[in-house]
């Protein structure tokens, strides 16, 4: 029957015809969901055949791989390489404001990194490792290939995301692909069955071009990264203090490249301002902004002024999707 632990089984089984016993996997790991729940799986077939990385692309949140890392390794055992690669991709984003060319740039540099990674594993093994993990669900797989011919476009014109696709193109990886026949909420009940922490399970989701597409313009300048991360820590912190963290879609903080005057203490400050998000949603497709309590608002706005040097004001967005799309590039 179509039960959760059948399904495990049966793909462990899939898993373990599939790969011969003398082959090895490879797997890129997000510290999202879904790429989570697809090495955990694969690990439970295959063992420590199966070599994860998780890259530091500098474009991750406040204490974000620390946590991840914790989480792969403490709770799930799971063999990870972690590659901080952090001076490359904000060495490439450099001078660099357009959205589309920050996804772009920053999916090439995944790729290069990732396929360093495989030619050291090879040179480690003495052999190509086979097979790559992706934990692309089934609505990945009908949107992103509409049938030829069938006069349908890929849902994902305006932005391009680069989570299906993009190898490394000498390595001739075949695919496996254990969620491709689940939804979402079947892979977190598969999580739940391989003790993936819950915490893990209902993180919000978060773009794989990360804070790249949440400070507007140069990700580069000042220390607007730091910035971010200090207040989207508050800001999050807040809600699930609050609560509210599991009936929220997704809240996150969005760096301004305008600054503007503010009075601290006796002294007159041309500091940046801040926007906060938090939308509810079925599917990101839609979205509809967040009603917080004036109270939750007022405590938050004076903690992250307060607390965040550089910070002299912040706003609220209250615009849902559409018109807007839930991150601001
Ligand atoms: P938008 O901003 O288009 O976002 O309303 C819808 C959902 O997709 C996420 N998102 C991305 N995810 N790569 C990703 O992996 C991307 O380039 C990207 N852009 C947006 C966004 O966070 C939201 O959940």
């Known amino acids: 029957g179509w039960n959760m632990e059948n399904i495990l089984d049966e793909e462990i089984k899939v898993i373990n015809d599939t790969v011969g016993p003398e082959e090895h996997v490879i797997c890129a790991l997000s ?176 773009p794989g071009p990360g804070l790249a597409v949440r400070v507007l313009g140069d990700v580069t300048e000042g220390n607007a990264l730091d910035i971010l991360r200090q207040v989207d820590e508050i800001f999050i912190q807040a809600i699930k203090d609050a609560g509210l963290y599991d009936s929220i879609w997704q809240a996150f903080a969005v760096f301004l490249p305008i600054r503007s005057v503010g009075v601290q203490g006796d002294q007159r400050t041309h500091s940046h301002v801040v926007a906060l998000r938090a939308v509810t949603s079925q599917d990101g497709m839609t979205a509809d902004w967040y009603y917080f309590e004036h109270k939750f608002l007022d405590d938050v706005a004076r903690k992250i002024c307060n607390s965040v040097r550089g910070v002299n004001r912040v706003v609220q967005d209250i615009t849902s999707k559409p018109p807007s799309t839930i991150e601001w590039e």
């Open 31 to 206: 510290g999202g969901v879904d790429s989570t729940v697809a090495a955990t799986l694969v690990h439970k077939a295959i063992g420590d055949r199966l070599h994860c990385v998780f890259v530091d692309n500098g474009l991750l949140r406040y204490k974000e791989r620390e946590r991840v890392m914790e989480t792969f390794e403490s709770d799930l055992h799971l063999p990870v390489t972690c590659v901080d690669a952090s001076n490359e991709f904000l060495d490439k984003l450099k001078g660099v404001v357009d959205p589309e060319m920050k996804r772009k740039i920053i999916g090439k540099e995944f790729i290069s990194i990732f396929d360093a990674f495989a030619h050291e594993l090879e040179k480690k093994l003495g052999r190509k490792p086979a097979y790559l993990v992706q934990g692309t669900l089934y609505p990945d797989v009908i949107e992103s290939c509409p049938p030829p011919g069938s006069g349908k476009t890929c849902s994902h014109t305006i932005k391009s995301h680069h989570n299906v696709g993009g190898l490394p193109k000498d390595m001739k990886l075949k695919l496996i692909e254990p969620l491709k026949l689940l939804f979402k909420d079947e892979v977190r009940q598969l999580g739940r069955i391989l003790n993936v922490p819950d915490a893990f399970l209902k993180r919000h989701p978060f």
